[in-house]
């Protein structure tokens, strides 16, 4: 190359700006995808209302800095003649407009929070409100990323921006808007900009690359709208690196090339893989990603892609007519009809489930391409699986099967425990759905079997306050449990119902959901009266008392008597109880039964049962 051609190269480079900077809005005619800002805005410059602070919101590349440049120029702007004021439209060729176009207007100061965020930046900048503008009708002070801002310099910054002077204005922009104090956002009038929709990009950044002289295909236009992600200051980079990609060859750019540029998948690739893992053909979808990503596809970005897939055929399902948009690509109404029509509403949610799951796995796993690989195969899995419909139904219509009476009660020279004789029914059934034989179970008996908790509980009789207590425990209510024991004064028991007296500070809602808690597990209607006075200690305070006494009897012991002695000073600290801790007799006395024609052996609590303090049978100090 010679000297010429790479002084005229480094040139061009030099002065080359990219598309983000060279497209900027300089008047809200050309600022795309916020006309409701612009509709306010506009009616506040006409009516002279205009307020002394704003905050523009939202996330990044949607226009917030673009948005407070065009506000700053149209406070200052004086027309071509130079006898203009404020307006919603700035000339854009008189002094002002120019001079804060090239950021050389002194006027207009423009911070970047996250490099100043101290009290002392705040302070040397309100130092400088009190002087009028130099050249401009307006000082404005824009600060962008505010919320970066520390306390002390939002503190600082309070008084001078609920009380400005005449000639100042503040324009604040941020990502994070809950991060900025309520104070200072009760002191500013706040905008909303909006992510810009997919169809407003495809127009914008179409127009832009016609202006370019470049030949972009629509889906490759689409694939930069829906991957900027309604922001546009994304969506130009993207089309600046597409455009470069494109250049050389001064042909067409195709979908594809954008998809390889962006590491994309194809969509047609994305629609394959759902419709394999749907079918149950894990092996196929296990190949198609094997092959998307030997072509550099990202495994994450791929399962995102059949995410997206899925929603679609969500839409479609529930909205057919979404499919005549014309912004809709054909591959995606085609298939998506297709696939609609195919697939049930519960398939859909579960694999949008799994998939979403599946996707934040992916993120935090060390291998992405495996993680999709066990997703994809769960997912293909599932399809095998009844829905919990179908599960439910097999479970209503199944039948019991009663243990065989003279099967032995463990298998023959087996060393694991007899079954215990206090072991519900409900443990000791098996579930078969109707129609199964005892030959090897079914996909849905497979399903079923594990669900026993599903069936219809046994009547279950309660003779004892106690009793209530060992079924709180045998159901895992350990909160209920330990209130049975700490809160409730005992007054009456029977059948049915239970009179007591709450400790103080015991929850208002404990009979309530006493009787709630038995009601279900009994089927059965028990009523919890609360008394004003009266009822015996809590089994806890009672237990306590056992144990104190216990405690007593150990100290008088011989043996520990010698052992204190042998060493003076030491102290008792723990007792330990082998073997389970009876309740009071107060609280295990049986109570009446229900029917008046009983006989007396019906209502015998027996001697076996008790309460354990902890599952180990012990008793700590």
């Given at each position: 190359?010679?000297?010429?051609?790479?002084?005229?190269?480094?040139?061009?480079?030099?002065?080359?700006?990219?598309?983000?900077?060279?497209?900027?809005?300089?008047?809200?005619?050309?600022?795309?995808?916020?006309?409701?800002?612009?509709?306010?805005?506009?009616?506040?410059?006409?009516?002279?209302?205009?307020?002394?602070?704003?905050?523009?919101?939202?996330v990044r590349g949607v226009g917030k800095t673009t948005t407070a440049r065009i506000i700053a120029r149209a406070l200052n702007c004086i027309g071509p003649d130079g006898k203009g004021g404020p307006t919603i439209t700035p000339c854009g060729v008189c002094d002002m407009c120019r001079s804060i176009a090239e950021d050389?207007?002194?006027?207009?100061?423009?911070?970047?929070?996250?490099?100043?965020?101290?009290?002392?930046?705040?302070?040397?900048?309100?130092?400088?409100?009190?002087?009028?503008?130099?050249?401009?009708?307006?000082?404005?002070?824009?600060?962008?990323?505010?919320?970066?801002?520390?306390?002390?310099?939002?503190?600082?910054?309070?008084?001078?921006?609920?009380?400005?002077?005449?000639?100042?204005?503040?324009?604040?922009?941020?990502?994070?808007?809950?991060?900025?104090?309520?104070?200072?956002?009760?002191?500013?009038?706040?905008?909303?900009?909006?992510?810009?929709d997919v169809e407003t990009l495809m127009t914008y950044f179409t127009s832009v690359a016609e202006r370019e002289g470049a030949k972009v295909e629509e889906g490759a236009i689409r694939l930069i709208a829906r991957s900027a992600d309604g922001s546009v200051r994304d969506g130009m980079s993207l089309l600046d690196q597409?455009?470069?990609?494109?250049?050389?060859?001064?042909?067409?750019?195709?979908?594809?090339?954008?998809?390889?540029?962006?590491?994309?998948?194809?969509?047609?690739?994305?629609?394959?893989?759902?419709?394999?893992?749907?079918?149950?053909?894990?092996?196929?979808?296990?190949?198609?990603?094997?092959?998307?990503?030997?072509?550099?596809?990202?495994?994450?970005?791929?399962?995102?892609?059949?995410?997206?897939?899925?929603?679609?055929?969500?839409?479609?399902?529930?909205?057919?007519?979404?499919?005549?948009?014309?912004?809709?690509?054909?591959?995606?109404?085609?298939?998506?009809?297709?696939?609609?029509?195919?697939?049930?509403?519960?398939?859909?949610?579960?694999?949008?489930?799994?998939?979403?799951?599946?996707?934040?796995?992916?993120?935090?796993?060390?291998?992405?391409?495996?993680?999709?690989?066990?997703?994809?195969?769960?997912?293909?899995?599932?399809?095998?699986?009844?829905?919990?419909?179908?599960?439910?139904?097999?479970?209503?219509?199944?039948?019991?099967?009663?243990?065989?009476?003279?099967?032995?009660?463990?298998?023959?020279?087996?060393?694991?425990?007899?079954?215990?004789?206090?072991?519900?029914?409900?443990?000791?059934?098996?579930?078969?759905?109707?129609?199964?034989?005892?030959?090897?179970?079914?996909?849905?008996?497979?399903?079923?079997?594990?669900?026993?908790?599903?069936?219809?509980?046994?009547?279950?009789?309660?003779?004892?306050?106690?009793?209530?207590?060992?079924?709180?425990?045998?159901h895992g209510e350990a909160v209920l449990r330990a209130e049975l024991m700490r809160a409730i004064h005992l007054v009456s028991f029977r059948t049915g119902h239970i009179e007591v007296r709450l400790t103080e500070g015991a929850p208002r809602d404990l009979p309530n959901r006493i009787s709630r808690f038995l009601g279900?597990?009994?089927?059965?209607?028990?009523?919890?009266?609360?008394?004003?006075?009266?009822?015996?200690?809590?089994?806890?305070?009672?237990?306590?008392?056992?144990?104190?006494?216990?405690?007593?009897?150990?100290?008088?012991?011989?043996?520990?008597?010698?052992?204190?002695?042998?060493?003076?000073?030491?102290?008792?600290?723990?007792?330990?109880?082998?073997?389970?801790?009876?309740?009071?007799?107060?609280?295990?006395?049986?109570?009446?039964?229900?029917?008046?024609?009983?006989?007396?052996?019906?209502?015998?609590?027996?001697?076996?049962?008790?309460?354990?303090?902890?599952?180990?049978?012990?008793?700590?100090?």
């Amino acid at each position: 190359m010679s000297e010429s051609a790479e002084s005229t190269s480094k040139d061009a480079s030099a002065g080359y700006r990219v598309l983000a900077r060279s497209y900027r809005p300089s008047n809200f005619d050309t600022l795309i995808g916020q006309d409701a800002m612009v509709r306010t805005l506009t009616n506040a410059f006409e009516s002279g209302r205009l307020a002394h602070a704003f905050v523009l919101t939202g996330v990044r590349g949607v226009g917030k800095t673009t948005t407070a440049r065009i506000i700053a120029r149209a406070l200052n702007c004086i027309g071509p003649d130079g006898k203009g004021g404020p307006t919603i439209t700035p000339c854009g060729v008189c002094d002002m407009c120019r001079s804060i176009a090239e950021d050389r207007l002194v006027d207009v100061i423009e911070m970047d929070a996250a490099s100043n965020t101290g009290v002392d930046n705040m302070r040397e900048l309100i130092d400088g409100v009190r002087y009028r503008p130099v050249a401009a009708r307006y000082k404005v002070y824009i600060i962008d990323e505010v919320h970066m801002l520390s306390k002390g310099a939002f503190n600082a910054l309070l008084k001078t921006l609920e009380e400005p002077p005449a000639h100042v204005k503040f324009i604040f922009a941020t990502t994070e808007i809950r991060k900025v104090p309520v104070t200072v956002l009760s002191r500013c009038q706040r905008f909303d900009l909006r992510r810009v929709d997919v169809e407003t990009l495809m127009t914008y950044f179409t127009s832009v690359a016609e202006r370019e002289g470049a030949k972009v295909e629509e889906g490759a236009i689409r694939l930069i709208a829906r991957s900027a992600d309604g922001s546009v200051r994304d969506g130009m980079s993207l089309l600046d690196q597409a455009i470069a990609v494109g250049a050389g060859e001064g042909k067409l750019l195709t979908e594809g090339a954008v998809r390889d540029m962006l590491g994309l998948a194809d969509r047609a690739r994305s629609f394959d893989i759902f419709e394999l893992v749907m079918g149950g053909d894990a092996q196929g979808a296990i190949k198609t990603l094997a092959e998307d990503y030997a072509a550099g596809a990202d495994p994450l970005i791929l399962l995102q892609d059949v995410l997206d897939v899925v929603h679609w055929v969500t839409r479609l399902k529930v909205a057919p007519s979404a499919a005549d948009d014309a912004m809709v690509a054909e591959l995606d109404r085609v298939r998506g009809k297709a696939l609609a029509e195919k697939l049930s509403m519960g398939e859909l949610t579960r694999a949008w489930q799994m998939l979403l799951k599946g996707v934040r796995e992916a993120q935090a796993a060390p291998a992405p391409l495996q993680a999709a690989e066990m997703i994809l195969i769960r997912l293909a899995y599932l399809t095998d699986l009844p829905t919990p419909a179908d599960a439910a139904k097999a479970l209503a219509g199944a039948t019991v099967s009663a243990p065989n009476p003279s099967a032995p009660s463990r298998p023959s020279g087996g060393a694991g425990p007899a079954p215990s004789s206090s072991m519900s029914s409900a443990q000791s059934r098996t579930t078969m759905p109707q129609g199964t034989t005892h030959g090897a179970p079914t996909a849905m008996a497979r399903a079923v079997a594990p669900q026993p908790h599903i069936e219809a509980a046994p009547q279950v009789e309660l003779r004892s306050f106690a009793d209530v207590i060992e079924l709180a425990q045998t159901h895992g209510e350990a909160v209920l449990r330990a209130e049975l024991m700490r809160a409730i004064h005992l007054v009456s028991f029977r059948t049915g119902h239970i009179e007591v007296r709450l400790t103080e500070g015991a929850p208002r809602d404990l009979p309530n959901r006493i009787s709630r808690f038995l009601g279900n597990v009994t089927g059965a209607r028990w009523m919890v009266e609360v008394a004003q006075s009266g009822g015996a200690d809590t089994v806890g305070e009672q237990m306590d008392a056992q144990v104190r006494s216990k405690r007593e009897d150990v100290k008088r012991h011989p043996l520990v008597q010698s052992i204190l002695q042998a060493f003076p000073g030491a102290e008792l600290e723990q007792v330990k109880q082998i073997g389970p801790v009876a309740l009071p007799a107060a609280f295990a006395t049986p109570a009446p039964g229900p029917r008046p024609d009983a006989e007396p052996g019906d209502d015998d609590y027996g001697e076996d049962n008790y309460i354990d303090v902890d599952p180990a049978g012990d008793l700590d100090l």
